[in-house]
């Protein structure tokens, strides 16, 4: 009975994936692509920036950036907090 | 470690100090930015502290502790410079001044490093950041569990 389940589910998750693999969508045709467009047609004009990618990271989508920094300050607070020296 | 990794590791060193350095600096300009060459820069941390052991590195704690909190801020008040218009607004750009060169509106051009406003600071601001969070990690890791650290 568990074997036929495992082989059910196995079976599912490979015609999941083949499925996946055959209907992909294509590379290069998003379905929407005006904020790509605006990047592209916009960024150097607005940041004065070649690399249009630092350009969204670190202007247009500053606040998520700020966020990441957030998450490594947490992680280094908690190594130093674990890792700390305790006392007896 | 042997003479052999030490004296490797001091010739590299100032190869990957400079790779680091230069993924940060021209974060506006090629791929990569703060958080690449950070991480680049601290795994230098972790190479000495591999090759050197972690006590001998002891002393760098508090200077990481000292250089995450001035990235932080540096990022933070940067930031702050555009609250006129909004958060992260970009006042640097094309101003003239610092880092304020005008590029081509669309197309190729060379790359001048003078450019791209705030980005170039913010991309230093977050790569101290980078460097001090993970070489501490690092540190710490190395240290945990021993008597003398």
Not at chain 1, 21 to 45: C, K, S, T
Not at chain 1, 76 to 88: F, T, Y
């Amino acid at each position: 009975m568990k074997r036929w389940l495992f082989l059910a589910a196995f079976l599912v998750l490979v015609g999941y994936l083949i499925g996946g693999g055959i209907w992909l969508h294509p590379f290069g045709v998003p379905a929407r692509d005006e904020m790509d467009r605006y990047f592209i047609q916009n960024a150097q004009a607005e940041v004065a920036a070649n690399n249009v990618v630092t350009s969204i990271v670190f202007d247009y989508r500053g606040f998520d950036t700020l966020g990441e920094a957030t998450v490594l300050l947490a992680a280094v607070v908690g190594v130093a907090l674990m890792l700390r020296k305790v006392k007896g | 470690m042997s003479v052999v990794v030490r004296t490797v590791t001091r010739v590299i060193l100032p190869v990957a100090l400079a790779f680091g350095a230069y993924v940060i600096m021209h974060g506006h300009l090629t791929p990569g930015g703060g958080f690449q060459g950070g991480a680049v820069t601290a795994s230098i941390v972790a190479l000495l502290v591999v090759v050197y052991g972690g006590a001998r590195l002891k002393g760098a704690k508090g200077w990481f502790a000292v250089l995450e909190d001035v990235g932080a801020l540096a990022f933070v008040l940067l930031a702050f410079l555009g609250i006129g218009a909004t958060f992260f607004r970009n006042v640097l750009a094309g101003s003239g001044g610092l880092f304020g060169a005008p590029v081509p509106q669309l197309g190729p051009n060379p790359g001048a490093l003078d450019t791209a406003g705030t980005l170039p600071l913010m991309n230093w601001a977050v790569g101290l950041k980078v460097i001090a969070g993970l070489g501490s990690v690092v540190l710490l890791l190395s240290l945990f569990g021993r008597e003398d650290g």
